[in-house]
Nanobody, 123 residues
Framework: QVQLVESGGGLVQAGDSLRLSCAAS????????MGWFRQAPGKEREFVAT????????YYADSVKGRFTISRDNAKNTVYLQMNSLKPEDTAVYYC????????????????WGQGTQVTVSS
């Protein structure tokens, strides 16, 4: 079992930066691919970014490519999402996910999900 707890959300202005963190419990964290999703009010959940267990492979949604960076620290059981140049359309609840592969994470079929953290970007 893996439990995921997100933190770092908040209210910022357009152009600002935020770093989200996702702390995982369990000794098998380093064997999971990790990812971030988001869901805006009235919209479906969408993929944001994913990182392989080793940290070597990353994928991003086109909407965040060049602005967001996903990383992980397996010694701390934590995955991060650095978000720069934030836009009002980035406003959403951001969820952390853990899956057996980056493919499963991208497909939204991750095994474990966090409760989410709210990010609000004002214009």
């Amino acid at each position: 079992q893996v439990q995921l707890v997100e933190s770092g959300g908040g209210l910022v202005q357009a152009g600002d930066s935020l770093r989200l963190s996702c702390a995982a419990s369990g000794r098998t964290f380093s064997s999971y691919a990790m990812g971030w999703f988001r869901q805006a009010p009235g919209k479906e959940r969408e993929f944001v970014a994913t990182i392989s267990w080793s940290g070597v492979t990353t994928y991003y949604a086109d909407s965040v490519k060049g602005r967001f960076t996903i990383s992980r620290d397996n010694a701390k059981n934590t995955v991060y999402l650095q978000m720069n140049s934030l836009k009002p359309e980035d406003t959403a609840v951001y969820y952390c996910a853990a899956g057996v592969s980056v493919s499963s994470v991208v497909a939204g079929t991750a095994d474990y999900w966090g409760q989410g953290t709210q990010v609000t970007v004002s214009s």
